[in-house]
């Protein structure tokens, strides 16, 4: 059973606009949330991550939104670059001590 | 700092045969975690250890594959019979007590015919 959903598995945006990534997860356990961006032919790295106990957390260009409520995370980045083109993951952390990973959503931003 | 060491990149294998893959994790570093990426299920988790000890293989899909960790600085991971369902990308990651957050290696893409 996907514990964390990531609906969208492509997503296309101009350049210079917010780009909107959405993650879904059902555990009401999890307490910290990630996430890791992926170019081709490399491994993921760590992006941006936030707390159960916070709604917002930003980093320059890169703000994530918890509603705990709604069990729904969202990455947005504003403005977009090409160099942003890439796999975002997010990822929720188990109480077992384990990372649970999306299955990923790929942004493209155009020129 | 070298990060965590994947080896080989690619991997092109005949249905039926032995794979292995290797990983090196960053030193120092007590938990280790191999991940498979695929379209579907996107990174799944496989197997982790921590100081050296299989803690959770529940993502092992099949009796074909198996995991060892011999040491704190190596890892494999081995499929025997490979299968053509078995292509994807696999992915070793490393972390320490505490952390929230994984170090990734580069993966290994691999390819069964």
């Known amino acids: 059973d996907q514990q964390v959903k990531q609906n969208s598995p492509s997503l296309s945006v101009q350049e210079g606009r917010i780009s909107i990534l959405n993650c879904d997860y059902t555990n009401s356990m999890f307490d910290y949330f990630l996430w890791y961006k992926k170019y081709p032919a ?11 106990i916070k709604d917002k957390n930003e980093d320059g260009r890169f703000t994530v939104f918890l509603n705990k409520s709604a069990k729904h995370l969202s990455l947005h980045i504003v403005p977009s670059q090409p160099g942003d083109s890439a796999v975002y993951f997010c990822a929720a952390w188990n109480q077992g001590g384990k990372l649970i990973f999306g299955q990923g959503t790929e942004l493209s931003v155009k020129p | 700092d070298a990060g965590v060491i994947q080896s080989p990149r690619h991997e092109v294998t005949e249905m ?66 490979s299968e053509p369902r078995d292509s994807a990308v696999y992915f070793c990651a490393s972390s320490f007590s505490g952390a929230r957050g994984y170090t990734f290696g580069s993966g290994t893409r691999l390819t069964v015919v």
């Open chain 1, 42 to 52: 490399e491994g993921p790295t760590f992006l941006i991550s936030i707390s159960s």
């Open chain 2, 16 to 81: 039926g045969q032995e794979v292995t893959l290797r990983c090196k994790p960053i030193s120092g570093h007590d938990y280790l975690f191999w991940y498979r990426q695929t379209m579907m299920r996107g990174l799944e988790l496989l197997i982790y250890f921590n100081n050296n000890v299989p803690i959770d293989d529940s993502g092992m899909p099949e009796d074909r594959f198996s995991a060892k960790m011999p040491n704190a600085s190596f890892s494999t991971l081995k499929i025997q019979p």
